[in-house]
């Protein structure tokens, strides 16, 4: 199982950017998928997570400008990143809570994409 993730880049303060992570390989299900977020320094925090119907949860300081979805037909998650700030800086990670086929549930991450806000 893998998971790619994809999005990042660089913005200036109140821009926007929309991360995806696709997971592919022998999948039989998907519970939560989320992002985590480190910043320079700083020890890897939640962003976000959604349940497999949908059921989200946010970090405060992301709450009203990040919305996490999830396409359960593509086994792929989406950040969209709105009103971007310079503290939102980081390297985004995607995280998966995969039942494989042969292997059973697992979590899985990817391989994390650089965000960098300008002031």
């Known amino acids: 199982v893998q998971l790619q993730a994809s999005g990042g880049g660089l913005v200036q303060a109140g821009g926007s950017l929309r991360l995806s992570c696709a997971a592919s390989g022998s999948i039989f299900s998907i519970n939560v998928m989320g992002w985590y977020r480190q910043a320079p320094g700083k020890q890897r925090e939640l962003v976000a997570t959604v349940t497999s119907s949908g059921i989200t949860n946010y970090a405060d300081s992301v709450k009203g400008r990040f919305t996490i979805s999830r396409d359960n037909a593509k086994n792929t998650v989406y950040l969209q990143m709105n009103s971007l700030k310079p503290e939102d800086t980081g390297l985004y990670f995607c995280?998966?809570?995969?039942?494989?086929?042969?292997?059973?549930?697992?979590?899985?991450w990817g391989q994390g994409t650089l965000v960098t806000v300008s002031s």
């Open positions: 995280a998966a809570d995969i039942d494989c086929a042969v292997e059973g549930p697992a979590e899985y």
